[in-house]
């Protein structure tokens, strides 16, 4: 039990921003080819924290996530509406936060610096600015005016611009063409700028400390 998380962490989140990348590609070419995405998304979330829970407490309610969010897209087919689309971001939004606090958790408590590790922290860096991205959809579904900059050109598309918000305010390098104008999602928005800042210099000292423990222990 104790022996999976590593290496298959480090193989699951790398394919989860990978999926990422394609849903703005599909999104432009078709849009149910972009919602298509979520299945893969929300499986590789799912098998991420059971490679990061060996006690299994955080991957059985990931588990029922999950099960709502089926039982969500149901709904979504037969009676569409705004509420039932936020709610399908907001639970995809808790499956990734969960998977960033255990892969946090995991990757600040190892021993040695490993391509693995190296892996994770890049892995986790990305899918904080992606589980900003999905809140921030969420939000904007329900209220569309809590963004400025956004092209209504459909769902897919909406989400392809939030989330690549999200990571350029999450590295500081956001280039001003989307803007948040409700409180909360500036808020939010300064939130994610700070945490990506803290994860950065936390990060840096903890692999330059690992590197000079086993340069020291050679």
């Known amino acids: 039990m104790h022996g999976r998380p590593e290496r298959v962490h480090s193989v699951l989140l790398p394919a989860f921003v990978a999926l990422l990348v394609a849903q703005p590609v599909l999104a432009a070419v078709s849009e149910v080819g972009a919602e298509v995405l979520g299945v893969p998304l929300i499986a590789?979330?799912?098998?991420?924290?059971?490679?990061?829970?060996?006690?299994?407490?955080?991957?059985?309610?990931?588990?029922?996530?999950?099960?709502?969010?089926?039982?969500?897209?149901?709904?979504?087919?037969?009676?569409?509406?705004?509420m039932v689309h936020a709610s399908m971001f907001a639970g995809v939004t808790v499956l990734s936060s969960?998977?960033?606090v255990l892969g946090v958790r995991w990757l600040f408590a190892s021993a040695r610096i490993t391509v693995e590790t190296l892996l994770?922290?890049?892995?986790?860096?990305?899918?904080?600015?992606?589980?900003?991205?999905?809140?921030?959809?969420?939000?904007?579904?329900?209220?569309?005016?809590?963004?400025?900059?956004?092209?209504?050109?459909?769902?897919?598309?909406e989400t392809a611009e939030l989330i690549y918000f999200s990571i350029g305010v999450l590295s500081t390098s956001a280039l001003g063409d989307i803007l948040p104008t409700h409180p909360l999602t500036r808020v939010l928005t300064n939130v994610e700028s700070v945490t990506g800042q803290l994860y950065m210099a936390v990060l840096v000292a903890i692999l330059i400390t690992g590197y000079a423990s086993g340069a020291g222990g050679e």
Do not use: K
Not at 69 to 80: D, E, F, G, N, Y
Not at 129 to 148: E, K, N, Q, R, S
């Open 44 to 82: 590789s979330l799912v098998a991420s924290l059971w490679s990061l829970d060996p006690g299994g407490r955080w991957f059985r309610a990931a588990l029922g996530v999950a099960v709502a969010l089926v039982a969500i897209v149901v709904v979504h087919v037969l009676a569409p509406g705004p």
């Open 98 to 100: 969960m998977n960033v």
């Open 120 to 157: 994770s922290a890049v892995s986790v860096y990305l899918l904080i600015g992606t589980t900003f991205g999905l809140l921030y959809v969420a939000i904007y579904t329900l209220v569309p005016d809590a963004y400025h900059g956004v092209s209504p050109a459909g769902h897919p598309a």
